[in-house]
């Protein structure tokens, strides 16, 4: 625990502690390495199974007692899935989908999360308790009534209906509003005294210094517009603006039964996007940057 | 305690003279402005989300079917609800769920955030390690962590075994188990997704709190209660409802995992929603008990609220 | 400010309902649209061939219709249907997947009255779709269950096949000898509640899903229990947990008997010329019976089933009407069921005509008990048709996973059971 912490504080202050420190230290980094690689290992096994059941044909897959690897590798599961599927139409529906919400959802979020951190106005705090309300209302509650206005409105079945669903959610507004708080009002007032309107300070003052917030916020409407289903389940009939989660179970289940070895070849293609986009997503969690400007 | 004023302070409007009347014109623009930064946000929100979820709390107090026709039935579904054995059940599960769930998904991704918040080599891999679950489908999470805790065959019990223990639990098979086992495997999807909210939170710890509390003597633990909580605490507030929100709304995950068994042993309010309205097709009394389940949401938001607006002062 | 919000907010809700009880006129369901056709709600077409298969015939039969499959997955089917149907886009024809969702879209004034539609006589599963003497929807196809045994290790443990004369003691006891004498399991019983559930309702005497007395399921619970303890069969907890599906236990010859529908027939072949299942010899014999009083091929086994059908979507009118009733009544004829038995399918109504035809393709079994279990059976409904089913059978399925899971004791799960019945369905 005390290694743990002692992580806190940047490397170089660490080595003024003196010399008897440094190999108590070492030691410690190096426990530390072995606990987060089995913690790694932990994290991406269900991962791991799922690649490897991905090699396996159909009736293999689950087995008394549990077998991890195949015993033949079935690549067919992946040429299957790339040759007799619409799998590029997913991903590029599934691709508009995630990228306009991530934009619409951060853009518009952060705008409506100054305007409830930054300016006071009557009734703000009640209004802003209705959002976050909204969040604890189950979506299979109000989902039919919510149907029958979009049909109404002759959107369901275009891909509109899942951006305009997903964007205008509490939840980004929520964040940016909390984040905010935390940057110094100092900063603003320094804004406003160069002679910055309230929707400049949020451009050139805000939007900079939340940088973490924004990348957080964009990672996770990502992932969840990327793997949502029931949403497009009840609003895309069309084959043509399947995404890649109802186009992977439509396919799975349109097989004679259920191949889960193909179903996991596709989920695995599915995954890849992601990953990569978090790998290039988390660099934005770089220290201090909120605080950068903050002394100066 | 220097440490802690030296923390972000609240914001504040710009001081408004003293004149009524300057107050008043003060007060409508400032109105306007805010209006015109929540508007493009808020008008999408309020006629695609805020109506339909009037809508259904109208229905709450209604027979409805779905299919167009209902009556007004007042407060009968909550009197029905009060006396349904279900969903007491569903109601001490969601509670059980909620209380074991929120404090060790907390604890957990608050400790992996700080942990990857370091220069470590590869923090960049273990950071997206610690994200895999989340992002991995539902489904096989679900397929893996029923092997895992297959009662005879399962990798955790060889591994109870291995140390001693001749009886172990039955896991997702066992009605005292069942629950426990699916807090286990949500806390472990939901951590990275959480772990990333605190992430960003400690962006805003201020590095040089950090030094100053260290030349003061401060140790380890100090420093964590005394500088990067306080700071946090925004972060802190917005998870905690987050979570609570989230963990009182469970459903897909216990869905793909037992279906709410065995018996009834973690059958959970979203659950008894889904039932009632599409499978047994009582819209209004599923309604009534998503009202019941909303309550329940906003009482605990309200207190934490109430909690974090005293804290800030 | 709030208020105002809140009230414009109302003020919108208001108009949202007014939309949305004025939904069930509009949409494609409307008299209105083109008389010559018909859409069909279907769900995964590319492996469900019956749908086109069904339009192609009645398109054929009607110069200038043309019919459309609407195409709705298959495991949200009903929820999708009721999303469409509540804003007043469903389709035509309203297929009927499951039983127990009949009286949630007739109470909900979505089925026309079709009960001035022909059907062949002797065609099953027809009494499912009738509500206070009106009927709501014709039957196509009806699948019963029946026993699929592996002759293979049958002959290995050296245990006679079945003989269309088992009662569940004649079932248990060649479980135990095949148990005893190979490394394979005697049966695989898979997890749903149907599999138990549906034979104690259909078989013992004076039983009734709607009479929120449970007792009959006893005997067969302790059956199962006790076959699992002795490991006749893979436990309930190691089918849930590791997820096993009967096609790969069966198939991949792991237990030699399999009690499941016919639909495994059709699956059963293509998997074996696939590959997928492992090639043996394999036979279809009628369920293991309560006592001897209905067993042996000059006596009609008891098994239960539902049937899949079709209904009118009540927005029709005139003579948009009348072609959709057209519709249902061929696709209840026996030309239609010709063909689907043609392609593996079992159709409602059953005839000389109709067995040969379903058991003419390649890789079927070819012996007289196979087409006697498939021909001969008094089918039961599984899902009697009221507004109470659905609750009865959540409650049930509870009971269910209580029991099998082996964490409650089968007389109390069973009286916990009847309590919830009693307490929280609606005595109709």
Known sequence: MSETMNLVVPPSRRRIAGGQKTVRTRIGRAVLYILLIAAAAAMLTPFFWMIMSSLKDANSVFSVPVRWLPEVFVWQNYVDIWTRSDIVTWIRNTLILSVSVTLLQVITGSFAAYGFSRIRFPGRDALFLLYVATIAVPWQSYMIPQFIMLSNAGLTNTLWSIIFLQTFGAFGVFLMKQFYETIPEDLSEAGRLDGLSEYGIWWRIMVPLSVPAVASLSLLTFVNTWNDYLGPLIYLRDSSLWTMQLGLQNFVANLYDVDYGVLFAGLTISVLPIAVVFLLGQRFFVEGIATSGMKG | ?313 | MNTRIIASAAALAAGTLVLASCGGSGGDADGSGDATTLSVAGWSVATTPEFQLLADGFEAQNEGVTVNIVDYDPSEYNTLLTADLAAGSGPDIITQKEVKFVTTFQEGGQLADVSDVSLPAGIGGAESYVVDGVTYATPYRQDAWVLFYNADLFDEAGVDTPDGTWTWDDYEEAARQIADNTDVNGTYQHSWQSVLQGFANAQSPGADLLSGEYGYFAPFYERVLRMQDDGLQESYNTVTANQLTYQGEFGRQRAAMLPMGTWFVATLISQQAAGEADDFTWGIAPIPQFDASTTGMDNTPVTFGDPTGFAVNAALEGEKAELAKKFLAYAASEEAAVALAEIGIMPAALSDAVVDAYFGSEGAPTDELSAFAVQTHDTKPENPTSNRTTAIQNILNDMHSAILSGSTDVDSAIAEAEQRVANEVAAD
């Open chain 2, 1 to 313: 305690m220097t440490v802690t004023s030296n923390a972000p302070r609240r914001a504040t409007v710009p001081q408004a003279p003293t004149r009524k009347r300057r107050v008043s014109r003060l007060r409508i623009r400032n109105t306007l402005l805010g209006l015109s930064f929540i508007a493009p946000n808020f008008i999408g929100f309020a006629t695609l989300t805020l109506v339909p979820v009037i809508v259904m709390f109208y229905m709450s107090l209604s027979n409805w079917n779905i299919f167009g026709t209902s009556t007004f039935i007042g407060l009968d579904n909550f009197t029905r609800l009060a006396g349904d054995g279900s969903f007491r059940r569903a109601f001490f599960n969601t509670l059980y769920y909620a209380g074991l769930h929120i404090p060790l998904t907390i604890v957990v991704s608050l400790s992996l955030a700080i942990l990857l918040n370091n220069k470590l080599r590869g923090v960049a891999f273990f950071r997206t390690a610690a994200f895999f679950p989340y992002i991995t489908s539902i489904v096989a999470i679900a397929l893996v962590w029923n092997l895992l805790f297959s009662p005879d065959y399962g990798p955790v019990n060889e591994i109870l075994r291995f140390f001693g223990l001749s009886n172990p639990p039955g896991w997702l098979t066992s009605p005292d188990w069942s629950m426990p086992a699916v807090v286990i495997v949500s806390t472990w999807r939901d951590m990275g997704y959480y772990m990333v909210l605190f992430l960003a939170g400690l962006q805003t710890v201020p590095r040089e709190l950090h030094e100053a509390a260290r030349v003061d003597g401060a140790n380890v633990w100090q420093r964590f209660v005394n500088v990067t909580l306080p700071c946090l605490r925004p972060t802190m507030f917005f998870v905690v409802v987050i979570l609570t929100i989230n963990s009182f709304k469970i459903f897909d995950l216990i869905l793909v995992m037992t279906r709410g068994g065995p018996g009834q042993s973690t059958t959970v309010i979203s659950q008894f929603i889904y039932r009632k309205g599409f499978e047994e097709n009582e819209f209004g009394y599923a309604s009534a008990a998503a009202v019941v389940l909303f309550f329940l949401c906003i009482i605990v938001t309200i207190i934490q609220f109430l909690w974090n607006k005293r804290r800030e002062i």
